[in-house]
């Protein structure tokens, strides 16, 4: 089953505006959450991440929110650009003992600006 | 030039036949994955390895194997392709570490008829 759920599956909006991609998740194990870009005929590259002793982290326009006690975490745009229109993944990991850090991936949510 | 370049870019193949996947990294990294990216499902890790020893199966391994012929190249392999295993494949790499950003090639898109 999805370890990570995202949504919305799709997202349209105005130059300016802010988007909200929201996850959830079950597993208290997860310690580690990244959000990934993804442009068309690319490969996604990570944008930002955070770990849950925070409850937010910002990197220039983007945001993380996290909410521990709730098990869910969103990323914010802020003045989304038409450069932004991409589709967006989260993620977590759980660190396990043999080292492995491995991904579970929402599914995606493209988002759209229109200028 | 590409840090994680994957060859060939697309591929159409029939059912039955075998097919080769191929991943090589410029960026030293010791560990790399194999994903699958199918539309409404995201990304799902196929398989992984932390070094020319160490392979490791991931969430969806079944019908897949892997090769990895040096630090710097890991080869995705159906033996017999279905059509279900049509898809969009990436390869990935990352340093050792917990939380170290994984870096993705552009992928390969897979059709098999």
């Known amino acids: 089953q999805q370890q990570v759920k995202q949504s919305p599956q799709s997202l349209i909006v105005q130059k300016g505006g802010i988007p909200i991609i929201n996850c959830a998740y079950e597993?208290?194990?997860?310690?580690?959450f990244p959000w990934y870009q993804q442009f068309p005929g690319k490969g996604p590259a990570l944008l930002i991440a955070?770990?849950?002793?925070?409850s937010e982290k910002k990197e220039g326009r983007f945001t993380i929110s996290f909410n521990k006690s709730a098990k869910q975490f969103s990323l914010h745009i802020m003045d989304s650009q038409p450069g932004d229109s991409a589709t967006y993944f989260c993620?977590?990991?759980?660190?396990?003992?043999?080292?492995?850090?491995?991904?579970?991936f929402g599914t995606g949510t493209r988002l759209t600006v229109i200028p | 030039d590409a840090d994680v370049t994957q060859t060939p870019r697309n591929r159409i193949t029939k059912t039955g036949k075998r097919i080769m996947l191929e991943c090589s990294q410029t960026?030293?990294?010791?560990?790399m994955y194999w994903y699958r990216q199918d539309p409404g499902l995201g990304l799902r890790l196929i398989y992984y390895?932390?070094?020319?020893?160490?392979?490791n199966k991931g969430e969806i391994s079944d019908g897949y194997s892997v090769s990895r012929q040096a630090q710097a190249k890991f080869s995705l392999s159906l033996e017999s392709a279905i059509p279900n295993q049509t898809a969009l494949y990436f390869c990935?790499?990352?340093?050792?570490?917990?939380?170290?950003?994984?870096?993705f090639g552009d992928g390969t898109r897979l059709s098999i008829l």
């Open positions: 990935a790499t990352s340093d050792p570490g917990t939380y170290q950003p994984q870096h």
């Open positions: 597993n208290t194990a997860f310690d580690y």
């Open positions: 955070i770990r849950p002793d925070v």
């Open positions: 993620a977590a990991s759980i660190r396990r003992e043999t080292g492995a850090n491995n991904l579970f």
């Open positions: 960026k030293g990294h010791d560990r």
């Open positions: 390895s932390f070094d020319v020893k160490d392979i």
